[in-house]
């Protein structure tokens, strides 16, 4: 099964800009759709971000949409996420994880296990 591995996240102001990365290991992703997810204690794990195998395609949340842009390098089986005009809302861990279609990662069926996150602090 694929590995995941979060990083980038920190403490941030409210307005700032903020850049993940998520490396994958153990399978070839580059046929597969990614994305990025959010949660915060006692609510369910939200995806925010989705960006088909090709590239060509991205999906995004309302609350994000403007905001955040999702990239990826499949030659380092890399995926990002940046992050502007953060809110203290925006205050989550941040996972990723992949799947057959953004369709299926929009209803959180993903092909890899889960990795530790990455936390992001958002100050208001």
């Known amino acids: 099964q694929v590995q995941l591995v979060e990083s980038g996240g920190g403490l941030v102001q409210a307005g700032g800009p903020l850049g993940l990365s998520c490396a994958a290991s153990g399978r070839t992703v580059s046929r597969y759709a990614m994305g990025w997810f959010r949660q915060t204690p006692g609510k369910e794990r939200e995806l925010v971000a989705a960006i088909l195998w090709s590239g060509g395609l991205t999906w995004y949340a309302d609350s994000v949409k403007g905001r955040f842009t999702i990239s990826r390098d499949d030659a380092k089986s890399t995926v990002y996420l940046q992050m502007n005009s953060l809110k203290p809302d925006d205050t989550a861990v941040y996972y990723c994880?992949?799947?057959?279609?953004?369709?299926?990662?929009?209803?959180?069926?993903?092909?890899?296990?889960w990795g530790q996150g990455t936390q992001v602090t958002v100050s208001s």
């Open positions: 994880n992949l799947g057959l279609s953004i369709t299926t990662l929009r209803a959180s069926i993903v092909l890899g296990s």
